[in-house]
């Protein structure tokens, strides 16, 4: 176990029907600025959704985690985040397998320590948090589609979900149940200042900063969809939904007719797509 002796959170069975997602309003921020990781001597990085990414084929998964972990061995740890959260079965995965690592983790949050992300950040046992960066808890967050009564059990499970990430919260903050039952119901973002205060975060470090030249090498396109995705998301499409618009989008997924023209061939579906996200943000 870590230093601190963290608990083990409790584990779920993935309903069948849940679909994940990350909160919009921490995505469509976080998609501004987004970070691509980097793997470092004994540090592992976390700048970008927590699960699987459609787009890239990556995403922080407990896989790759349980992979560098073993990779690094019984040494200390430090584990710089950047996310704006996502999965949170894998969050909770990644949190048990970093509190099970036999040496020291410390958690360096260098932008947006959100959601399943934050989960992931009490596994430290040392936070600290740059100037500027933001750790954001709230209520279990995703999709679930069926009738009234897959509804009614939704509901149920979320509360169970809740209940799991407020025993993580509580056990690493020190802070009172109904203290972080009232955060979590208010979606709340803290800077620093307010995360030590709250004792989410050990220390404010004004070394901690991200590098501009990660951001600036990063694939334009990547973070153009990115951003879109977050637009569509605030609009209130679903994951699915916003994975099949973007799909949609690319040129490469036009269906190709008998023109020589390459204009011809791939603008019929493009075009039609584009229309439609124009018709989006024109609601």
């Known amino acids: 176990m870590t230093i601190r002796k ?5 584990t779920f069975q993935r309903p069948q029907n849940f679909q994940w997602d990350a909160p919009s309003d921490v995505l469509a921020r976080w998609a501004e600025t987004p970070l691509a990781a980097v793997e470092e001597d004994n540090t592992i990085t976390m700048f970008e959704v927590i699960g699987e990414d459609w787009w890239t084929g990556g995403g922080v998964t407990a ?5 560098a972990l073993r990779s690094i061995g019984d040494k200390d740890i430090t584990v710089k985040i950047n996310s704006p959260g996502g999965d949170m079965f894998e969050g909770i995965a990644i949190y048990n397998l970093l509190r099970a690592h036999p040496a020291k983790v410390t958690i360096e949050v260098l932008g947006w320590a959100a959601s399943a992300a934050s989960i992931i950040a009490m596994a ?3 936070i600290r948090m740059g100037l500027g960066t933001f750790m954001m808890v709230h209520n279990a967050w995703g999709v679930v589609v069926g009738n009234r009564h897959d509804m009614r059990e939704a509901a149920i499970l979320f509360d169970g979900f809740d209940a799991a990430i407020a025993d993580i919260y509580e056990a690493r903050t020190g802070a009172k149940r109904k203290d972080i039952v009232a955060l979590m119901d208010a979606e709340t973002f803290m800077g620093p200042t307010d995360a030590v205060k709250n004792g989410f975060a050990d220390l404010v470090d004004d ?7 990660e951001t600036k090498n990063m694939d334009r396109r990547l973070m153009a969809r990115r951003q879109t995705e977050a637009a569509l998301a605030r609009a209130g499409f679903s994951r699915d939904k916003r994975s099949e618009i ?13 023109s020589r023209k ?6 019929g579906r493009y075009e039609a797509a584009a ?6 943000f024109k609601i």
């Open 63 to 67: 896989k790759r985690i349980a992979a």
């Open 246 to 258: 973007l799909s949609e989008l690319e040129p490469s997924a036009a269906p190709r007719d008998a």
């Open 207 to 213: 070394g901690i900063e991200g590098t501009s030249s």
């Open 6 to 10: 963290l608990p083990e959170a409790a």
């Open 262 to 267: 390459h204009a011809a061939r791939d603008a």
């Open 124 to 126: 430290g046992d040392e």
């Open 275 to 280: 229309r439609q996200l124009v018709d989006i």
